[in-house]
């Protein structure tokens, strides 16, 4: 059975920084890649980053570009957000999820909310 589960989420001011881990277990670590997503009340859920399953090749929505980093952990099968420069906009839940081999997200953790104040 796969599980994420999320977790570091919290509440900063405007301009601070967090780091989301998402501990995977369940699936073959270093096969998969993987991405956070977030939904911010009222809003469709929305794409923020992800990850090869090698590591090498990221991905970013424009609006996070330049300020937040996906890496991954192979050996402690965790995938982390580092997010710098946070702005109030990006208050909302974070998601992990695993990416098969056609790029679908099939499996997602539980989230873990950000808050971000002015």
């Known amino acids: 059975q796969v599980l994420l589960v999320e977790s570091g989420g919290g509440s900063v001011q405007a301009g601070g920084s967090l780091r989301l881990s998402c501990a995977a277990s369940?699936?073959?670590?270093?096969?998969?890649?993987l991405g956070w997503f977030r939904q911010a009340p009222g809003k469709e859920r929305e794409f923020v980053a992800a990850?090869?399953?090698?590591?090498?090749?990221?991905y970013y929505s424009d609006s996070v570009k330049g300020r937040f980093t996906i890496s991954k952990h192979n050996a402690k099968n965790t995938v982390y957000l580092q997010m710098n420069s946070l702005k109030p906009e990006d208050t909302a839940v974070y998601y992990c999820?695993?990416?098969?081999?056609?790029?679908?997200?099939?499996?997602w953790g539980q989230g873990t909310q950000v808050t971000v104040s002015s």
């Open positions: 369940g699936l073959t670590f270093n096969r998969y890649g």
């Open positions: 999820a695993r990416a098969n081999s056609d790029w679908d997200f099939d499996y």
């Open positions: 990850i090869q399953w090698n590591g090498e090749d990221t």
